[in-house]
């Protein structure tokens, strides 16, 4: 029976090395990259990396994990502990023009779309007006569309900019197109851009019908803007 106990002990005494248990672990993220990352555990003071499989994609430097450590050397990223941003691939906004009908000057630069509806917007940033104020510093992408009213003279032009600049370099993603024959003109784009949280975003119509053209916020969905947060700028 004492050999048995004895046994017993000794097994549970090297359950880990053994195959047996399995940790859970906080770390932080050391040097940003996709499969195999650098990171530094929680309690290590000699602040030294080690190596660990990441199991949820691309992470960029100092982001708080979840380490799964499997005996006997295995180490693997399986979660977030990160607080101050959402995960990558979040919805940040959705703004539409559901019944505001806005004219839009001939020529020059343009105009900005005037918002009516915010659709989903989970962290704030729009009450009225034109420009949405992104939540956190790090990588965006940024769609935009304009949806003008029918008029087949000259050109439509559709652009996300930041910060109510009317060219690059604040011009994240666009469009120019020819106007259609007949029916509605839809013109926008995507694009990525890193921005902070002094910043804000809007989209800028444009159109050389030769006189003031209406948006169609009844029409195809009307204009919007869609903002999806990708993550933090990498170190």
Known sequence: MNNVNTLLQAVQQNSFSLGLTWNLHP???ADGGAGLISVIMDGDDSNTKIQAISLIGYLGANVRV???VTPPSSIYIVGLIQTDYPPPGTAIVTLRQNST???IADAGSGSFITWDTAEYMPFGGWTSGTDFTLPFDGQYLCIGR???SSNA??????FVNKNGTTGSP???AGESVQAPATGTCQVGGSGVMALTTSDFVGLRAIQNSGAPLNTAPATDSGSSLHVVWLGPNIA
């Open 146 to 148: 304009v949806v003008f």
């Open 153 to 158: 003279t000259s050109r439509r032009g559709g």
């Open 27 to 29: 770390a932080t993220v």
């Open 66 to 68: 979840m380490l799964l």
């Open 101 to 103: 009908v806005q004219a």
């Open 170 to 172: 604040g011009t994240i």
